[in-house]
Antibody
Framework: QVQLVESGGGVVQPGRSLRLSCAAS????????MHWVRQAPGKGLEWVAS????????YYADSVKGRFTISRDNSKHALYLQMNSLRREDTAVYYC?????????????????WGRGTLLTVSP | SYELTQPPSVSVSPGQTARITCSGD??????TYWYQQKPGQAPLLVIF???QRPSGVPERLSASSSGTTATLTIRGVQAEDEADYFC???????????FGGGTKLTVL
């Protein structure tokens, strides 16, 4: 079954750190660029970060640059998001998202498969 | 920063046609993508590369773009189409993703 399953969310105090994970199954993760997208409660979608198929290129939204780090381990079929210096405004459901495979290695910058998300709450 | 603008809400009766717009300067140069999100669910890609429909998406959903405005059209709206719809593109640099604020489609 082709799916993405996020984990690692929870309640954390402002200023603390947390790492989210995304497990991929049913497809060859190493062929796809991957992304994190978040959605604050009752709000719209916000792109967070992206990583190329081989991890050589990484991109971040201005709101998280310098605090969040995206990474991947293709051998473990996993995507990660290390989040440091967390703020209240980081409270959201975090989705792992895949984009279609691109044999030229460039990013398509859209998402054809999403996980169900994991909720992060930043609160004192 | 780059923005995509959508109407907050659109309401239609069953069987009618719903049109949801998305406006932004970079849309004249970048593809537009559309996602459907139902309550408690993850977003679902319904249109890619401005007007193409993934397999499994009903033919009554279509999309187009003209200048800086993209439009998602749902013909013969059904109750199951009630959802939030988000447009998405890349900014002019091509390496940042931007989402519209979302449009809640209500089927009366």
């Amino acid at each position: 079954q082709v799916q993405l399953v996020e984990s690692g969310g929870g309640v954390v105090q402002p200023g603390r750190s947390l790492r989210l994970s995304c497990a991929a199954s049913g497809f060859t993760l190493s062929r796809n660029a991957m992304h994190w997208v978040r959605q604050a409660p009752g709000k719209g979608l916000e792109w967070v970060a992206s990583i190329s198929y081989d991890g050589s290129r990484k991109y971040y939204a201005d709101s998280v640059k310098g605090r969040f780090t995206i990474s991947r381990d293709n051998s473990k079929h996993a995507l990660y998001l290390q989040m440091n210096s967390l703020r209240r405004e980081d409270t959201a459901v975090y989705y792992c998202a895949r984009e279609p495979p691109n044999r030229f290695g460039e990013l398509f910058w859209y998402f054809d498969l999403w996980g169900r998300g994991t909720l992060l709450t930043v609160s004192p | 920063s780059y923005e995509l603008t959508q109407p907050p809400s659109v309401s239609v009766s069953p069987g009618q046609t719903a049109r949801i717009t998305c406006s932004g300067d970079a849309l004249s140069k970048q593809y537009t993508y559309w996602y459907q999100q139902k309550p408690g669910q993850a977003p679902l890609l319904v249109i890619f590369k401005t007007s193409q429909r993934p397999s499994g998406v009903p033919e009554r959903l279509s999309a187009s773009s003209s200048g800086t405005t993209a439009t998602l059209t749902i013909r013969g709206v059904q109750a199951e189409d009630e959802a939030d719809y988000f447009c998405q593109s890349a900014d002019s640099s091509g390496n940042h993703v931007v989402f519209g604020g979302g449009t809640k489609l209500t089927v009366l």
